[in-house]
């Protein structure tokens, strides 16, 4: 099973902490945190820009869609980028196309503009996010397990965050958002600039096919399947949910906090406290029958704004688990270089994103608000059917002895003295 529960050099769950981590892997945490927050920031300026810059609601979904095409495109080739020009160098780069990729957004006067410039957003943030998790798992203490935590607390915390501040920003102006993310950004670039040292780090040269190559792995096919279908209900609930609920900026973020604090808690606590009891296929075979219920319930309710904010926080407790459990699952279900393995299911999910924010417009205006999150529960039992005929390639994932769960519990709550 896990190599990374095993290369703890002895060390046994009563005496680590996943807390307790050098500097360099907390500079990287942190600019995880703001990267993902561009995820959600732009969620409660979306009614905003469309009436802002005159963009029908598909246009203004093409936010969501031209920063998830690139991003996903873009994973096939970072791992051969930063193969070459090394981790660090890598996550500045990425960092640095934010930076001006934001600014642009902030500074454009057409959704056009916006579309476009968010597109080369999602090239430096593929670039960093899929070196920034093989970068985490590498360096912190405490093994693969430890640092996967580490890694879904700055994701969540930053998908929290993000449309907290999108709304409070977003409140002042459309623009305001983007020129937070400079800002932060900006910070976070320092912030791996000085912290993060590098001086001894092997470069291995690898293929620009790996990648692809990867895909032919079975796990890791039936994981990225998993993990497209998955993505669509994912970001149906994300970026389609601001328009039935009708609310301000301020609503909206406010509402989207409450999500990705509940998204937070589960992939941080609840997840590891689950996988102790059941097996990672189970877990998800689980969650994401309950994740297409709570889809179905939205539907249901869409007309309510009450009842569809109750469906998205708890979307976001089932969310949290998926998320936790699939990078886990994709981290230990082959042999292949965790940055090869990260950029091709990193690619496949990020391309199912991407097509669901326009398509849910588009069947809303169409068929009614309730058809997308139809669809959304539709997509994630495909993902569950995909889990269930694939289970026997991803033995290797269930193959978890005790001690190793156990330890990553204890990691978790934090039982080292």
Same mark, same amino acid.
């Given at each position: 099973m896990s190599t990374g529960a095993k290369s703890t050099g002895g060390t046994t769950a009563g005496?680590?902490?996943?807390?307790?981590? !050098?500097a360099p892997v907390w500079a990287v945490a942190f600019?995880?945190?703001?990267?993902?927050?561009? *995820?959600? /920031?732009?969620? !409660? *300026? /979306? !009614?905003a820009i469309a009436e802002s810059l005159q963009a029908t609601p598909v246009e203004t979904e093409l936010l969501f869609t031209s920063y998830l095409v690139v991003t996903g495109l873009a994973m096939l080739v970072t791992s051969w980028v930063s193969s070459r020009i090394g981790a660090k160098r890598t996550l500045l780069i990425g960092l640095a196309l934010i930076v001006v990729f934001a600014l642009l957004c902030a500074v454009s006067g057409s959704v056009e503009a916006v579309i476009g410039f968010r597109a080369g957003w999602g090239l430096g943030n593929a670039l960093f996010i899929s070196t920034a998790l093989a970068t985490i798992v590498g360096a912190a203490s405490g093994g693969s397990a430890a640092a996967i935590i580490l890694y879904e607390a700055a994701l969540g915390l930053g998908i929290a965050i993000g449309p907290l501040l999108g709304g409070i920003l977003g409140e002042i102006s459309w623009r305001g958002p983007f020129f937070g993310v400079v800002a932060l950004m900006a910070i976070a670039f320092v912030a791996i600039l000085v912290l993060l040292k590098m001086p001894d780090e092997k470069r291995t040269p690898i293929p620009l096919s790996a990648p692809l190559r990867a895909l032919r792995t079975p796990a890791l096919a039936v994981l990225a399947i998993t993990a497209l279908f998955y993505n669509i209900g994912f970001f149906v609930l994300l970026a389609f949910s601001p328009f039935p609920l009708g609310f301000g900026a301020m609503g909206i973020g406010l509402?989207?906090?409450?999500?990705?604090?509940?998204?937070a808690v589960t992939s941080v606590w609840v997840a590891p406290i689950l996988l102790r009891r059941m097996r990672r296929t189970t877990a998800m075979l689980v969650v994401l029958p309950l994740l297409a219920l709570d889809l179905i319930a939205a539907a249901l309710v869409v007309a309510d704004p009450a009842? +569809?904010?109750?469906c *998205? *926080?708890?979307g976001g407790l089932l969310l949290g688990l998926m998320n936790t459990i699939l990078t886990e699952s994709v981290m230990e279900a082959t042999d292949l270089p965790r940055s090869v393995a990260s950029s091709a299911y990193s690619a496949v999910r990020f391309l199912g994103g991407a097509a669901a924010p326009p398509l849910a417009a588009l069947l809303w205006h169409a068929y009614g608000a309730a058809v997308p999150f139809v669809f959304a529960a539709a997509s994630v039992l495909v993902a569950a059917a995909t889990l269930l005929i694939g289970r026997?390639? +991803?033995?290797?994932?269930?193959?978890?002895?005790?001690?190793?769960a156990d330890e990553a519990a204890a990691i978790l709550v934090g039982d080292a003295a």
């Open positions: 005496r680590v902490n996943v807390w307790r981590q !050098p600019a995880c945190v703001v990267a993902f927050m561009g *995820i959600g /920031l732009v969620d !409660p *300026i /979306l !009614p509402t989207f906090f409450g999500w990705g604090v509940a998204l009842g +569809l904010v109750a *998205i *926080i708890v026997k390639a +991803l033995r290797r994932i269930d193959e978890a002895e005790a001690s190793e």
